[in-house]
Structure formats: C-alpha cells, structure tokens
C-alpha cells in the first residue's frame, strides 16, 4: 500500500482545479478504479487492509448495477463500506459537499472516468489526482461535469424552444439555464459512492475516524480551563475585597479572566452537541448493524415485548453514557480543584479529606442505587413484554382463554414494580438532594476545630467557604453523572447482544472472486428449454448434469438448530443445473425450509461444503450470495412492511425505483394474478399497506411474497411454500409466471 498525500489547501495556484475542462487531469480510469477506491479509504482515516486493490474487468463495467455491486465487494474487500448515494440533480451540490470521502462516476465519455473526493472546505472539494495528490474543485466545476450527459439529452429541444420563442442572444445563457433546471431539477443522479467503516468493524475506529477522542479531549480540556479561570476570577476579586479596597488592575485583571470564560463555555457546548450527536449515531448504526446480524434462532427466542425493551434501553443508553460519562469526568476535576482549594483554607488538609470521605459516599449510595435501578428495570421490562405479547394474542384469549384468566398475575407485577420504584426514588433523592446540600454543612461543620481554636485569618475561611460551596457544586455534577452512568450500565446489559453481534463475519476475505460484483444478466437473456410451463421435476436428470453447468452443489450438508440434540439436516448433497425446475417435498418437519435457508444464505451449514458458481458463502460474503439466490420464506417468516406496495415488491431489488422497475413489478403482479388488487387499491402501487394500511388477504400476500423473489433477478429462486394459500385456478396461474420468470427454480411443497 502507498501512504497518501494530505490534503493541500494551500495557495499554490497549479493545486486549483476551476475549469470544467481541466477536470480530466484529475480523473480516474476504469481500470485504477480499485486503487482509488484504496486511495479515498487511506485519505479518509478508515484504515483499508493491507492486500493488492482489485481491478475490475470489462464486464463489471457494462451496467450500473453491475459496477456497483463490484464497487460494493470490492469496498468490502478493503475492509470498508461503500454506500451508495443517489440525490435529485437540483440538489447535487449539497449531495457531495457532504459525501467524502467519496467516487463518483463520470458518464458521457468514450470509456467510464471515475472522480475521487477526498474532503471539503467551504463550496471547494479536495479531489484526489491518480498520482495520490489533491486538487482545490469547485463544487460547480464538478456538478457540470456530472450533469453534462444529462443536459446533453435536453439541450437541443431547449434551444428549439428558445429559438422559436425569440429570446435575444443576451439573455439566452439564463433562459437556458433556467430551463434546464426545470426540466433536469426531480431527476435522481446516482454513481456516487460514500466510503466508510462498515457498522461490524472495530468500534475504537469508528470512533476514531469520526474523531470523537480529539473533540473528547478538547472538550474536557476547555472545561478544565474555564473552571481554572473561574476560580482565578474569585481569587482576583476576593483579593480586592479582603484588602479593603478596590484594586482597578485586579479588578480588570478579573474582567479579563471573565471574559474568555464567555467563549469557553460557547466552545464546550459546541464540542458536547457535536460529541454526542457523532457518538449517538455511531451507537445507533451500530445496534441496528447488530439486529439485523442476528440469526433466526436468536430471534425467535425473543418475544416481542423484549424487543421494545430494547429499543428504549438503546434511546437511553446514548444520552446516559455520553452525558453522564462527560459530567463524571468533568465533576471529578472539579473535585481535585476543590479538594486543592480546601487544603489552602484554614481547617488544611483535614478540611479536603473530610471531602474525599464525603465523595465516596457518594460512590457507596451510587452503587446501591444501581442495584435499585436493575431490579425495577427488570421488573419494567417484564411488564413491557407481558403487555405486548398480551395485545399480539388478544383474538386469541377473547376466544379461547376464561374470563377469569384475562388479568392474571398483573396484581404481583404492578406491586412489584410499585415497591422498586420506592425504593429507586428514595435513592435518587438521597444522591440527588440530600448528598450535596447535606456536605454544605458537613464543609462548614469541618471549620469549626480552627474557628474554636482560634487559628486562620479572614482570607483562609474565606478560602475554605469558597472550595465548601465549589465542592457541592462538583458533588451534585458528581451525583448526577454516576446516576446517568448506572441507568446507562443497566441499559447496555439489554443492548450489548445487539452491538456485539454486528461484528459477526468481520474477519477478512480471502482473495475477491473473479467475477466479485456481477450481476446476473437479465431472466430473459438465457432461456433454458426447461423453463416451459409444466416443467416442474425432480434433480434426477442425467442429461441436464451432463450439459449444464451447476448453480448450486451440496456435499453433505447437515445443520442442528441452536438447543436442539437432534440435526435439522443431515448429510444432503445435492446438484442443481442452471433452468432446473426442482420441487422439494416432504412431511412436516423434516427440514425443507432449513434447506432452503442453507440455499439461499440465510443460515450457515454446520458441516458440508455449498457451493455457487463454485464459491462458497464465506468467498463470495453474504450479501453477494443473497443477490444470486432469492427466497421468499415461509408465511410466518414473512411480513408486508409499512410502506407502498411498490417498495414491498421492490425492496429486494432497489430503491428510490427506476421507471423500468415499477413497469415490471405491474407486469409480474398482473402475471401472478394481482391486477385486480392493483385496480382495486386507489392508489394502485403507490397504496399504503401494512398492519396501518391496505389490508391484503393470505393469498394476495403470498403472490406479493413470489413477486417480490422474481424481481430481485437472481441467478436461483426458492419458494418455500409460497403456493400453499392459493385456490387451484389462481396457482396455476402464478405456477406459469414463476416458471416463465425463473431462470434456475427450487419449490417447497408438502406431498
């Protein structure tokens, strides 16, 4: 790997790239397109792997699914994420000021260019050269040469127009730009992509690339200089007051010191907004990662009144850690200052130990109300899972369960959540109120020795006050940040499953597959003989093994479900041909729909090997055998999404939709017979549905689920009884548009 040049935005004129033409000096070629990706990720802080950048071929480069998947793996590859950006054209200069590090793709010219955006400062990007120095572009330069093949289109119909109109040449340029960002301003520009840390890496670099550490420190730095200035400001005019008269350069020295105190504290509430607001959304990305890593097993084993228990845990847990963390911090400073200004007044050292006993109650009556806090959390969450799970099943206990029955237990629950609540609010009052006010006479108390003595002048109680009422201060931050820290220790005890499980599969890839990132050509382009209605049959057809090449290869599989002596599958082996129409039956629970989640990629075979286009699932990641291989699962492992009707057909496939999407998604749902669904809907694709909307039956769902497999366009499709719910005339149907669309099929069925 080659170290990259930092980013100059010095003067020096040959670094300012402004002319739309001379961007070409500062562009990529296609087949460098992996060492800028290397380059972009060593600018950026993100770390990439020490391996050779890969080199994409001519077919990664024929679409832009195509090259975007291949960017995708590729990325991935190098230990980061590349996301891919999409904006309206009338809002692309705000899309890439804030998109770096980032590549973008440069359309129009005779072979595919690439730009790689570094950073930014005010409206200038920093583009990386493909010699790994940086040019200064202006925002504008860079959208122009995005929208060239876009204006291209609509230029000459424009000058028609303005033409015909009449407008003079003078003012043709504005007419003209005027036009274009009327006809060019909804029109959603893609071919931009985000480099990243992918949610699963190390968290210490996610916080480091996103410099929270460095912003940490400043911010406890700045408050430890405001305080410092602070007391120095009491010191200042306590002196002109002790002395009896008003020194004008000690009280302007003390103007002075209050002043830059103002700026401080401006700084320090900027650094903790933009500190939490980082940390929050690395913490959030990072849980939702984790969720959506979980296996199915895992997830069946939580009810879904656990689930909303830890979504509200993980509201708290960012507000609690960042806040309470930085005011524990902060609060323990100002103990030390106030323990160093104590030692100074008249009672001494004995005066600052008397706060370090007192501190550590604090500490004392902190754990106990952690320990407080755990049981009526316990007991909330408990509650919250019996109350969701009471409302899912609610049909089923009006019908089924005695009336007697209904209420059962929520007497016990709500006494016991009663009595730790208590107990919860006599803690929060004793560290809250009581600690810190109750140390105001504590302090004072502890002046009474020298007072009965006799020792110390004016200045030293006076001194002796000020660290009493400095050391409350700290006390009640104390109080309030240890608080803050225990709700959040508590809350971390329900999320840290989440956030340790997007670290799964983390480990780096072995060398990138040949053919990492491409996309399947489209059903349509190889038609198989086998892909006739009613050629639905079994595996067992020598000729198809001995002419086609195999798709998918099982060498004795087997799987056991988590907590279960008895394996799923055992030792199945299996050769499925490309255009192969396969139907799997068996009895009921005999491991057709594991089958095909170890088909399809969503569950990992414990022994065997499973192959596609003769990589495996760990060469080839998850996500790209998931775009080969498209499932629709059983009914119950299914669900309709809160949205349109569009994205839950095309949520497999892409979105913000392509025109051309919406008008296969109509055609494959009238095929599957859902025309007259479409008709009925007012909104027709666009119609809301969900448990909030539209309300579809169990067999329109079960088309939409089909539907929804067909249009991701994957290589192999498996159904795994998706037909089920279907009156005979409306399967044969939807069994002719699956074996028309379908290059390589496997069906699920019982006998």
């Known amino acids: 790997m080659r170290a990259a040049a930092q980013p100059g935005w010095g003067a020096r004129p040959d670094e300012a790239v402004d002319a739309l033409g001379a961007l070409g000096a500062i562009e990529w070629p296609a087949e460098r397109l992996g060492d800028a990706l290397e380059?972009?990720?060593?600018?950026?802080?993100?770390?990439?792997?020490?391996?050779?950048?890969?080199?994409?071929?001519?077919?990664?480069?024929?679409?832009?699914?195509?090259?975007?998947?291949?960017?995708?793996?590729?990325?991935?590859?190098?230990?980061?994420?590349?996301?891919?950006?999409?904006?309206?054209h009338d809002e692309l200069d705000a899309a890439l000021l804030r998109v770096a590090p980032a590549l973008v793709w440069l359309r129009g010219g005779e072979a595919p260019r690439f730009l790689a955006i570094a950073g930014r400062r005010g409206r200038d990007l920093a583009v990386l050269r493909a010699d790994r120095s940086t040019a200064r572009v202006r925002v504008e330069a860079i959208t122009g040469r995005i929208s060239r093949p876009l204006e291209a289109q609509v230029l000459p119909e424009i000058d028609r127009v303005l033409e015909r109109a009449g407008v003079r040449p003078r003012r043709r340029a504005r007419a003209q730009q005027a036009l274009l960002r009327?006809?060019?301003?909804?029109?959603?520009?893609?071919?931009?992509?985000?480099?990243?840390?992918?949610?699963?890496?190390?968290?210490?670099?996610?916080?480091?690339?996103?410099?929270?550490?460095?912003?940490?420190?400043?911010?406890?730095?700045?408050?430890?200089?405001?305080?410092?200035?602070?007391?120095?400001?009491?010191?200042?005019?306590?002196?002109?007051?002790?002395?009896?008269?008003?020194?004008?350069?000690?009280?302007?020295?003390?103007?002075?010191?209050?002043?830059?105190?103002?700026?401080?504290?401006?700084?320090?509430?900027?650094?903790?907004?933009?500190?939490?607001?980082?940390?929050?959304?690395?913490?959030?990305?990072?849980?939702?990662?984790?969720?959506?890593?979980?296996?199915?097993?895992?997830?069946?084993?939580?009810?879904?009144?656990r689930f909303l228990g830890r979504v509200i845990e993980s509201e708290a847990i960012e507000a609690l850690a960042m806040g309470g963390g930085i005011a524990a911090v902060a609060s323990a400073f100002e103990l030390v200052a106030a323990a160093v200004v104590l030692a100074q007044g008249a009672a001494g050292a004995l005066h600052a130990l008397l706060l370090v006993a007192w501190a550590a109650l604090v500490v004392?009556?902190?754990?106990?109300?952690?320990?407080?806090?755990?049981?009526?959390?316990?007991?909330?969450?408990?509650?919250?899972?019996?109350?969701?799970?009471?409302?899912?099943?609610?049909?089923?206990?009006?019908?089924?369960?005695?009336?007697?029955?209904?209420?059962?237990?929520?007497?016990?629950?709500?006494?016991?959540?009663?009595?730790?609540?208590?107990e919860l609010d006599r803690s929060q009052i004793e560290i809250g109120a009581l600690m810190p006010r109750g140390w105001l006479i504590a302090g004072i108390v502890g002046l009474l020795p020298p007072f009965l003595a006799g020792s110390g002048s004016a200045a030293t109680y006076?001194?002796?006050?000020?660290?009493?009422?400095?050391?409350?201060?700290?006390?009640?931050?104390?109080?309030?940040?240890?608080?803050?820290?225990?709700?959040?220790?508590?809350?971390?005890?329900?999320?840290?499953?989440?956030?340790?499980?997007?670290?799964?599969?983390?480990?780096?890839?072995?060398?990138?597959?040949?053919?990492?990132?491409?996309?399947?050509?489209?059903?349509?382009?190889?038609?198989?003989?086998?892909?006739?209605?009613?050629?639905?049959?079994?595996?067992?057809?020598?000729?198809?093994?001995?002419?086609?090449?195999?798709?998918?290869?099982?060498?004795?599989?087997?799987?056991?479900?988590?907590?279960?002596?008895r394996p799923a599958v055992v030792d199945v082996s299996l050769r499925i041909a490309a255009g192969d129409r396969i139907l799997l039956e068996g009895p009921s629970g005999g491991g057709k729909s594991t089958l095909s989640a170890l088909l399809s990629g969503l569950r990992a075979p414990d022994a065997g090997l499973l192959l596609l286009n003769g990589l495996d699932r760990h060469m080839l990641g998850a996500a790209a055998w998931r775009r080969r291989v498209a499932a629709a699962p059983q009914f119950h492992e299914n669900y309709v999404l809160a949205g349109t009707f569009a994205y839950n057909l095309l949520m497999g496939r892409r979105w913000p939709p392509r025109p051309g999407d919406l008008e296969e998604a109509e055609d494959i749902c009238r095929d599957l017979g859902l025309g007259e669904l479409l008709g009925r809907m007012p909104g027709g694709l666009e119609q809301v549905v969900g448990e909030t909307g539209w309300q579809l039956s169990h067999g329109e769902r079960s088309r939409l689920y089909i539907a929804r497999a067909l249009l991701q366009g994957a290589e192999v499709v498996v159904l795994d009884e998706s037909f089920a719910a279907l009156d005979p005339e409306t399967l044969e149907q939807a069994l002719r548009c699956v074996l028309r669309r379908a290059r390589t099929l496997v069906v699920i069925a019982h006998p």
Do not use: N
């Open 182 to 305: 009327e006809r060019l301003g909804a029109v959603i520009v893609d071919g931009i992509w985000s480099l990243r840390l992918p949610p699963g890496a190390s968290f210490r670099r996610q916080v480091a690339a996103a410099r929270v550490p460095r912003r940490l420190l400043g911010l406890l730095a700045a408050h430890a200089s405001a305080y410092t200035l602070w007391i120095l400001v009491w010191m200042t005019v306590g002196r002109s007051i002790l002395d009896d008269h008003l020194d004008e350069g000690w009280l302007l020295a003390g103007a002075l010191l209050l002043a830059t105190v103002v700026p401080l504290r401006q700084l320090m509430a900027w650094l903790s907004g933009v500190v939490a607001i980082d940390a929050s959304a690395l913490v959030k990305q990072r849980l939702l990662s984790g969720a959506l890593a979980l296996e199915p097993e895992e997830v069946r084993s939580e009810g879904a009144g």
């Open 39 to 88: 380059a972009l990720a060593l600018e950026g802080g993100l770390r990439p792997r020490a391996v050779v950048a890969p080199i994409p071929t001519a077919g990664h480069l024929r679409s832009a699914d195509a090259l975007g998947a291949w960017i995708d793996q590729a990325a991935g590859y190098l230990g980061v994420e590349a996301e891919p950006i999409a904006a309206r």
């Open 364 to 422: 004392a009556l902190c754990v106990r109300l952690y320990r407080r806090r755990a049981r009526w959390t316990a007991a909330r969450l408990a509650m919250t899972h019996d109350l969701i799970e009471r409302m899912v099943g609610h049909r089923t206990r009006l019908a089924q369960e005695r009336h007697g029955r209904w209420h059962h237990g929520e007497d016990e629950a709500l006494s016991q959540y009663a009595l730790g609540s208590r």
């Open 462 to 565: 006076a001194v002796a006050l000020g660290g009493v009422l400095l050391a409350s201060r700290a006390l009640q931050g104390l109080s309030a940040g240890l608080s803050s820290l225990a709700s959040a220790a508590i809350a971390w005890e329900q999320v840290s499953t989440l956030f340790q499980a997007a670290a799964r599969g983390a480990a780096p890839p072995p060398p990138l597959p040949p053919d990492a990132g491409r996309t399947p050509p489209p059903p349509d382009a190889e038609r198989s003989p086998s892909g006739a209605p009613g050629a639905l049959a079994g595996a067992e057809s020598a000729g198809d093994v001995e002419v086609r090449p195999p798709v998918l290869e099982a060498h004795e599989l087997s799987f056991r479900h988590k907590g279960r002596a």
